[in-house]
Nanobody, 126 residues
Framework: QVQLMESGGASVQAGGSLRLSCEAS????????MAWFRQAPGKERERVAS????????YVVDSVKGRFTISQDNAKNTVYLQMNSLKPEDTAMYYC???????????????????WGQGTQVTVSS
């Protein structure tokens, strides 16, 4: 049973930084696409960043480019989302997601991800 556990969410002031962590467990073999999504109240879940594990292939949505960075630590089975220069519009529940290993690419669609964490709340005040 694959499990994803996020941590690191908090309430911060605009301009601050946070690092979210997502630890994966309960699987065998190599895992490929890992992503961070976020969902604000009344809005659809949005892919913020993703990466293909073991490669340098990463993606971040335009609204966070230059501020957010996704990275991995394979030894710890952990994916991170470093968030700098936070803005009030970054306020959302942030979720870690993994796509089935039968796929060699990531997807923008939340429905294409098979495993999800419980989410961690990020609140940015002005």
């Amino acid at each position: 049973q694959v499990q994803l556990m996020e941590s690191g969410g908090a309430s911060v002031q605009a301009g601050g930084s946070l690092r979210l962590s997502c630890e994966a467990s309960g699987y065998t073999g190599s895992w490929k696409c890992m992503a961070w999504f976020r969902q604000a109240p009344g809005k659809e879940r949005e892919r913020v960043a993703s990466l293909l594990t073991g490669t340098s292939v990463t993606y971040v949505v335009d609204s966070v480019k230059g501020r957010f960075t996704i990275s991995q630590d394979n030894a710890k089975n952990t994916v991170y989302l470093q968030m700098n220069s936070l803005k009030p519009e970054d306020t959302a529940m942030y979720y870690c997601a993994r796509r089935s290993d039968i796929y060699n690419s990531c997807s923008v669609q939340a429905s294409d991800y098979n495993y999800w964490g419980q989410g961690t709340q990020v609140t940015v005040s002005s």
